[in-house]
């Protein structure tokens, strides 16, 4: 099993482009999540979706979008970037049983010039 | 406003000791906790957990420590090693609905060999 992988791993964007971020998992989990990590913080929820076809906001979705057409992908794109978009972006999934044990991809290090 | 708080930014132990680190929360809807440790460059990977009917946890060298009266939990590892050198992020779960997580800001741990 692979688990949760991400693509790309690196990405510099201009002011203004636009980018998908990928992530798959293939552990059959129904709960996936997206989440940014500032320097010096903690992760923040970006958006998560608890099957295919149901995405819902978190904490900071603004500037971004999510779709869930399969169990298996959840890709974050961001529109019009930004340089407050500068972070390291981690997607994860989870069984969505009672233990909220989640399982992170590697993470995509995304800088805006 | 951090629901859930590292107050601790780093923390540095000689091999062999014991090494405690810190979480406080806010928010009394929280009923599930979690420790997750990082190394650089890859993503978060689950480390240990505790139900907030429980006031301890243990896998191994690993123990949490959960006090709900003071909303703080604590993560005692013994002995450490210097392969325990990660930042370690305390996070939170409560809503039922979604099995988000709030995290922490993280503690850097260094075992000095």
């Known amino acids: 099993n692979a688990g949760v992988t991400q693509t790309p791993k690196f990405r510099i964007l201009k002011i203004g482009q636009s980018m998908t971020l990928q992530c798959a998992q293939d552990?059959?989990?129904?709960?996936m999540y997206w989440y940014r990590q500032d320097p010096g913080m903690g992760l923040k929820l970006i958006y998560y979706?608890?099957?295919?076809?149901?995405?819902d906001k978190g904490e900071v979705p603004n500037g971004y979008n999510v779709s869930r057409s399969t169990t298996e992908d959840f890709p974050l794109r961001l529109e019009l970037a930004a340089p407050s978009q500068t972070s390291v972006y981690f997607c994860a999934s989870a069984s969505g049983g009672a233990a909220d044990t989640q399982y992170f991809g590697p993470g995509t290090r995304l800088t805006v010039l | 406003d951090q629901q859930v708080k590292q107050n601790s930014p780093s923390l540095s132990v000689q091999e062999g000791r014991i090494s405690i680190l810190n979480c406080d929360y806010t928010?009394?809807?929280?009923?599930?906790f979690l420790w997750y440790k990082k190394y650089p460059a890859e993503g978060p990977t689950f480390l240990i957990s505790?139900?907030?009917?429980?006031d301890k946890n243990e896998d191994g060298r690993f123990t949490v420590f959960l006090n709900k009266s003071a909303k703080h939990l604590s993560l005692h590892i013994v002995p450490s090693q210097p392969g325990d050198s990660a930042v370690y992020f305390c996070a939170a779960a409560g809503d039922t609905g979604r099995r988000a997580l709030t995290f922490g800001s993280g503690t850097r741990l260094q075992v000095q060999p």
């Open positions: 979706s608890v099957g295919a076809g149901i995405t």
């Open positions: 505790i139900s907030s009917i429980k």
């Open positions: 552990m059959n989990h129904n709960y």
């Open positions: 928010n009394s809807m929280f009923d599930y």
